[in-house]
Structure formats: C-alpha cells, structure tokens
C-alpha cells in the first residue's frame, strides 16, 4: 500500500476553481493507477477521475467530463485534480486513491483501490 496525503481543498464560489495535490509515498515501485473521488453528505463515495501511471492515460466520470483534469508529476509522485466551473453539485469531501495491484484497464470503483488518503473538503457556494 501507499501513504496519500491530499491537499488543496477550501471554499470556492460557483464557477470558480481549485486543484487538489495527492503526493504518494511509502512503496517502491509506481502504481498502475491513481484516482480520485468524491462523496457527499449521505450519498456514496464516487468516481471522478483516474489516471493510468504508466502511460499518463486519463479518463473521467461524466459529470466532470470538460470541467476537471487530472494528471501527474512522477517525478514528485504526485497526482493533481485540476477543478474548474465548479458549481454546488461539485461539494464534496475529495479522496485520492491508488491501485498497487494489477487489474482491470477502467478503475472506476472504489473496491478497486487498495491506499486512500484521508479525504480534503471542497465546499461550492451558489
């Protein structure tokens, strides 16, 4: 497993921006994948966006889809989440995670993550 440590998170008004770090640290050798969700007060944790280490390949959940990028710098083995539109529905507490075992080529669980950081608060007011 990994050690995560998010940071980045705060209060934004409607159609303002933020970006989320997670730095990694803990294990050698990089993972195959990092994510990051998100999960709001009484609803379940979901998926926002992954990247695949290796390749640098991205994907995202639907509802970010064009407002939200993620990437990653090896070097400080440390993922992003660049958060821009923000809006209300956007309020959340935000987890990076990451998978260290083989699997699947689209992560998009959380049962598929084995490290979680401890989550930082993005708050959007309208």
């Known amino acids: 497993q990994l050690q995560l440590v998010e940071s980045g998170g705060g209060w934004v008004q409607a159609g303002g921006s933020l970006r989320l770090s997670c730095a990694a640290s803990?294990?050698?050798?990089?993972?195959?994948?990092m994510g990051w969700f998100r999960q709001a007060p009484g609803k379940e944790r979901e998926f926002v966006a992954a990247i695949r280490w290796s390749s640098s390949f991205t994907y995202q959940a639907d509802s970010v889809k064009g407002r939200f990028t993620i990437s990653r710098d090896s070097a400080k083995n440390t993922v992003y989440l660049q958060m821009n539109s923000l809006n209300p529905e956007d309020t959340a507490v935000y987890y990076c995670?990451?998978?260290?075992?083989?699997?699947?080529?689209?992560?998009?669980?959380?049962?598929?993550?084995?490290?979680w950081g401890q989550g930082t608060q993005v708050t959007v007011s309208s």
């Open positions: 995670a990451a998978a260290t075992k083989s699997g699947g080529y689209y992560r998009t669980t959380p049962g598929e993550y084995d490290s």
């Open positions: 803990g294990r050698t050798g990089s993972p195959y994948v």
